[in-house]
């Protein structure tokens, strides 16, 4: 089983995919940049990098596979934990381990896993479609000099002639001028005498309204009774869940969620899923957005094994 093509397709939707065992793949936003050299401009994309330290099982990559393959959890987990045994034997050997769009890896004098990216493929779907693409410099130092020796050659000259014939203008502009200063001056006196004419009908009208109300005397011999409105409220939406752990025993997961309460967390508990595991969260939200940026501050503070479960 290729289980790099299960890896490479859930790089597509989530920043941590962990192969119990071995490591994870993280994914993390690169923004749009410019090479100042090669005049190269570069879409966004996420920037693939590898972490031997994260091992556990999460579930991630086993359930995908389970549900890809048809096959059982623990089956799917068996494959997995053979695909990467065969992964270490290679990397002992000192052989260089491809995986097909994610990268190489290899061992170094150390013993350590290096990991270098060598993929074609950009996993962030916001730039689908994006290509790098070569501008040419703008050179505005030659252009500038240019523009400096053609107005050398071609200098600008009036002639008397020439400006005789347009001195009619001066006094046309004059009496635009004026004629649009009186003009302005007379729509101030039309719209202030307007108003104040408006003012004096309003003041009568309300003066009317105030006889008619204080001489009126209502009474209501039989109230309507009142009319209580049930007003459902709206349940808000959250699909974004940050994903602590997921146990097989629902008392198991509900000892989690009371540890990360009183960490100050305001975690969730959700359904049992078809696996027979309980997932708990360290809290749901609205959008995407957000629950990036809270999963890497829970990264930098707390667990790097953290992870993003979106619910369909």
């Known amino acids: 089983m290729m289980i790099e093509k299960y890896i490479s397709a859930l790089l597509y939707r989530y920043q941590c995919v962990t192969i119990p065992g071995f490591g994870a793949f993280l994914a993390e936003t ?10 190269t401009f570069y879409p966004p994309k996420k920037l693939i ?13 086993a359930n995908h596979i389970a549900l890809q393959e048809k096959i059982s959890f623990d089956e799917a987990t068996a494959a997995i934990n053979k695909k990467t045994a065969l992964w270490q034997a ?5 052989t260089f381990l491809l995986l097909k769009n994610i990268g190489q890896l290899s ?5 350590n896993i290096v990991f270098v990216p060598e993929t074609p493929v950009n996993y962030l ?12 410099a703008v050179k505005r130092e030659e252009l500038k000099a240019v523009a400096e020796a053609i107005e050398e050659k071609a200098p600008v000259v009036f002639t008397p002639e020439r400006k005789r014939n347009y001195s009619y203008l001066k006094y046309a502009a004059i009496f635009v001028v004026a004629l649009t200063a009186g003009a302005a001056g007379f729509k101030v006196y039309h719209d202030n005498e307007v108003a104040r004419q408006t003012l004096l009908v309003e003041k009568a009208v309300q003066e009317k309204v105030q006889n008619r109300i204080q001489q009126a ?3 209501i011999d039989n109230p309507i009774p009142a009319v209580k409105l049930t007003v459902k409220e709206e349940t808000k939406i959250l699909p974004y869940h940050i994903i602590a752990g997921a146990f097989r025993s629902e008392e198991n997961a509900g000892k989690a969620a009371a540890k990360l309460k009183a960490k100050g967390f305001t975690p969730e508990r959700l359904e049992k899923n078809k ?3 309980y997932p708990v969260s360290y809290g749901s939200y609205a959008t995407y957005a957000e629950a990036q940026d809270t999963m890497r501050k829970i990264h930098r503070t707390y667990d790097r094994e953290a992870w993003i479960f979106i619910k369909e």
């Open 217 to 219: 005397t209502f009474f």
């Open 275 to 277: 696996y027979g595991l």
């Open 30 to 39: 690169q923004p749009a940049r410019l090479d100042a050299e090669t005049h």
């Open 49 to 61: 990098s590898f972490n031997a330290n994260l091992k556990n099982n999460d579930g991630l990559l």
């Open 125 to 136: 779907t916001d730039a689908f479609g994006l290509a790098s693409f070569v501008s040419p």
């Open 90 to 94: 290679e990397l002992k050997n000192g």
């Open 107 to 111: 061992r170094n004098a150390e013993g």
